[in-house]
């Protein structure tokens, strides 16, 4: 709606009602896949091509068929972390995108669509709906006999993609204009779809003592404002929607795992590796990609040729690695320069890491702890910062004060007091928003090597931090992130592998 609002006051409607627009949302602040969250869903890296896609540029080549469908404009809209593979034949793709809303509906399994939007259609005719069902149990699916059968096996269709007409758009922008204070979330999914059908949803009610007035009054505004408006379903039935907003599913992508994994590397024909290069273990002082200083010729070969590297066998994209890494099947680096021998483990993913050099190491190579997601970010005025989570942490969970529950990789909130030299009550800002998401322990530094040594150190080692830092959590880190220096130090690495 903000969106809608935003192009009308930029190109008004008599130019926008002839334009074709993408609309992709947000998606939040990624926590589920925090190596995400600094330049947002969109744009995670997807292993293919030079320079590697992101999920920006599969989205573009997955939907290139549906312009063409688009005579009269209007908006294409889908989310940011998902991948819809479509296989339609000629016969199944003769529709055109010009009622006021068209929906793509996947055959999905029961438990698939108890997280998704549900379509309860005609059985007479499949292109009409019913209503649309909102995360319904297995039960509620049978009631609304929203559930087919395909011999034994049952299944339901489930939403992704959606199309709106030009007057659907001005009617959206209108409302948000009349509610230009909008402090509440809208869902373009269940609020969208609720009204809409042959026969809807019934009108959101709220409760006596509902503390967002504000909330149910908008959301009753979009329910009355699209009810009677048209919604015609194509059914993709050679068509799989998959979800890339989880450390699993993305790693499953990246590295061919699993069913779904498998079938998404096979059928975009990615790669394990996507410009990688052995370091030269001569340029440790003559390279810093930060700041632009580069070998002078891109040195090494790519995996695929060279076996200095043979223990390397999870995705690399873009990185620099020492010829003794070693690295799991179920494992990803990304924008990485690793100079010295690492080991990484199982469930492991590594963003934007500098390691020339490790002050304690012990052994030949340094062994990191499976089930781990590291990513270093440059702050405002030339800092760093490293967070390190586990692999399924919780991002989202919220505790109370002195909820023994919160712990950080097996250390309670007191242990990690005691390291950082100061109080339990000085790791959060707020004591009524303590998550790890707010946990300020990431000690931020003026060497992107040594920010990401200070924060192993606190996984690894039980010793209190002898040097003293000021603290972030990674709320604070992605408020102070310096996203130009990010772009830079990316586009070196890509230029040099």
Request: aromatic content about 10%.
């Amino acid at each position: 709606m903000h969106a809608m609002h935003v192009l009308e006051q930029q190109y008004g409607w008599k130019v926008l009602k002839q334009k074709r627009i993408l609309l992709i949302h947000a998606g939040g602040y990624s926590q589920r896949t925090p190596t995400t969250s600094c330049l947002g869903k969109i744009s995670t890296s997807i292993p293919k091509g030079w320079p590697t896609y992101d999920l920006f540029d599969i989205k573009l080549a997955l939907y290139s068929l549906f312009p063409a469908r688009m005579p009269h404009g209007g908006v294409f809209l889908c989310s940011s972390d998902t991948i819809e593979l479509f296989d339609e034949p000629p016969t199944n793709v003769n529709w055109m995108l010009t009622e006021d809303f068209v929906a793509f509906a996947h055959p999905s399994s029961l438990s698939v669509g108890t997280q998704h939007g549900v379509y309860v259609l005609d059985p007479t005719d499949k292109q009409k709906c019913v209503c649309v069902l909102q995360k319904p149990t297995i039960e509620q699916m049978r009631q609304h006999k929203a559930i087919w059968c395909h011999g034994e096996e049952e299944f339901v269709y489930t939403d992704s993609l959606y199309y709106f007409n030009s007057n659907i758009a001005q009617r959206l922008a209108e409302i948000y204009r009349q509610e230009s204070d909008m402090k509440c979330e809208i869902d373009c999914y269940g609020d969208f779809m609720s009204p809409l059908g042959v026969c809807p949803l019934p009108r959101p009610v709220g409760k006596e003592n509902d503390v967002n007035q504000q909330s149910l009054r908008i959301k009753q505004k979009i329910y009355d404002t699209l009810l009677g408006c048209h919604l015609q379903v194509v059914i993709l039935h050679k068509s799989s929607f998959n979800h890339t907003g989880t450390n699993d599913e993305y790693l499953d992508i990246c590295c061919g795992n699993n069913e779904t994994g498998h079938e998404i590397f096979d059928a975009l024909k990615l790669e394990k590796h996507v410009g990688c290069k052995v370091f030269d273990e001569g340029r440790h002082d003559t390279v810093d990609f930060w700041h632009g200083i580069l070998p002078a010729l891109p040195h090494g070969d790519t995996l695929h040729h060279q076996p200095s590297a043979p223990d390397v066998h999870g995705c690399i994209i873009h990185s620099f690695i020492h010829p003794q890494c070693r690295s799991s099947k179920r494992s990803l680096l990304e924008y990485c320069c690793i100079g010295i021998p690492i080991e990484i483990g199982e469930n492991t993913i590594l963003s934007n890491i500098t390691l020339l050099t490790y002050t304690n190491l012990h052994g030949n190579i340094l062994q990191l702890p499976s089930n781990l997601i590291m990513q270093t970010i440059p702050l405002n005025a030339e800092q760093y910062a490293t967070f390190a989570f586990g692999f399924r942490d919780n991002m989202k969970a919220i505790y109370k004060t002195n909820d023994k529950s919160l712990n950080y990789f097996g250390q309670t909130l007191l242990t990690l007091a005691k390291k950082l030299h100061c109080d339990v009550t000085h790791l959060f800002d707020d004591e009524n928003d303590q998550s790890l998401w707010t946990l300020k322990i990431f000690p931020v530094t003026t060497n992107p090597n040594e920010s990401f040594e200070k924060t192993l150190e606190l996984i690894r080692s039980d010793d209190p931090i002898i040097s003293k830092h000021q603290y972030v959590s990674i709320k604070e880190i992605l408020k102070r992130r310096d996203i130009s220096a990010i772009i830079h130090y990316r586009s070196n690495l890509i230029n040099c592998t």
